[in-house]
């Protein structure tokens, strides 16, 4: 703990140099997320990964209302992984259509987001020149077809920025994103999961236009388990993963708190969909989403037509349906996490050993 907390005061003193820029031949990504515990284990899988070039990230609600918090919360991880070069923009604190609804975030994620640590100011701040939904319109735009969105959050931006322009939904490459599940339980209702039930209306419209979409849901994060061994062991791999074990301890309690001796392992799971698609199985289906008043059993199910045949054809205008992963190979995923998390280097670690 005060390793940390000295890290991060370190950070805040000195200003850190900006990594090199873009390199040709990665894929340029654009993060949305709401940091949280798991987005900031995904945030650090996606910086520690050569063949991704991130942008920037965009942040809107999710675990937390306070989409500040969670902004800051961004700014604090890439500055752990030496990445203050990465924009953080601020988007909608609200869902599209309905009032927000924490679904519980603050059990998992504690009233900081980040375990009730309670870290010290990030010595960055928000990039305030432009919002999120302009920051994903204008990057989109300079280079159509060649961003991909992860996203580890509520869609709200992404839906904002569809309706906004017509040109952004043929324009972005794919979108990955946690969310949903088909055929395992819920997590915040009998039927729902989180990211989909704190903004249906948002997921309505992203699965209704033409991105193409990977969905890790409930049905792969709930057979990708945590455990405290794997994280003692990823916190002698460096600082982050030292980081990672150490916000986790909170994320274990509180699963433990609800049955559970392990922890399910959700938003890096779409970044693995994207860095080693052979870690998992999956199947096209067309998606939609039940939006109904918060608190009704049915709100924010992902209902796929699991059919596959000539009732459930392709609609016009879309290439193909979502991709759902639907099965994933756990120990290659734990070894991927632990060998790109210990490639993640940064001068300040050295420091804060
Ligand atoms: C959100 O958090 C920031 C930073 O802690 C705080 O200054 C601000 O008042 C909060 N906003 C709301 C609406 O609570
Ligand atoms: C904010 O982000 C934009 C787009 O990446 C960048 O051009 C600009 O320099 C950033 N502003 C600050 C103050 O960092």
Redesign the pocket.
């Known amino acids: 703990m005060s390793a940390i907390r000295a890290f991060f005061v370190f950070a805040a003193a000195c200003s850190l140099p900006p990594i090199a820029a873009a390199i040709d031949g990665k894929q340029k990504v654009i993060i949305n997320t709401d940091p949280g515990i798991d987005d900031s284990m995904a945030i650090l899988l996606a910086l520690a990964s050569d063949e991704l070039d991130v942008?920037?990230i965009t942040v809107n609600l999710g675990s937390l209302h306070n989409t500040t918090v969670l902004a800051e919360n961004a700014l604090r991880v890439c500055e752990l992984a030496g990445r203050t070069d990465i924009?953080v923009?601020v988007g909608s604190a609200e869902p599209l259509a309905m009032k927000f609804h924490d679904y519980g975030g603050p059990n998992f994620h504690g009233l900081d987001g980040l375990g009730n640590n309670h870290f010290p100011e990030p010595a960055g701040?928000i990039?305030?020149?432009?919002s999120a939904v302009e920051?994903l319109l204008?990057?989109v735009r300079a280079h159509p077809r060649q961003v991909a969105i992860i996203s580890l959050a509520p869609v709200t931006n992404l839906a904002l920025a569809i309706r906004m322009d017509p040109l952004f939904a043929l324009q972005v490459k794919h979108v990955y994103m946690m969310g949903g599940t088909i055929t395992e339980p819920g997590n915040v209702s009998p039927v729902a999961e989180a990211n989909i039930a704190n903004d249906a209306p948002a997921a309505k419209v992203l699965f209704n236009s033409q991105i193409s979409v990977t969905v890790a849901g409930l049905d792969v994060t709930m057979h990708t388990h945590w455990t405290r061994e794997y994280m003692r062991d990823l916190s002698t791999v460096n600082s982050a993963g030292h980081f990672i074990n150490h916000i986790m301890q909170f994320y274990f309690d509180a699963y433990e708190s609800i049955g559970f001796p392990y922890a399910p392992c959700h938003d890096p799971s779409a970044v693995m969909a994207l860095l080693e698609p052979t870690v998992y199985e999956k199947q096209r289906y067309p998606l939609d989403v039940a939006v109904a008043q918060t608190g009704d059993a049915w709100h924010g199910m992902v209902i796929a037509d699991r059919r596959n045949g000539p009732l459930s054809p392709t609609p016009a205008g879309f290439e193909a349906f979502p991709v759902v992963l639907t099965s994933v190979n756990q120990t290659a995923f734990m070894k991927s996490f632990r060998d790109r998390i210990a490639r993640l280097s940064s001068p300040v670690m050295v420091v804060q050993m």
């Open positions: 942008l920037g924009p923009f701040k990039n305030a020149s432009m920051f204008s990057t």
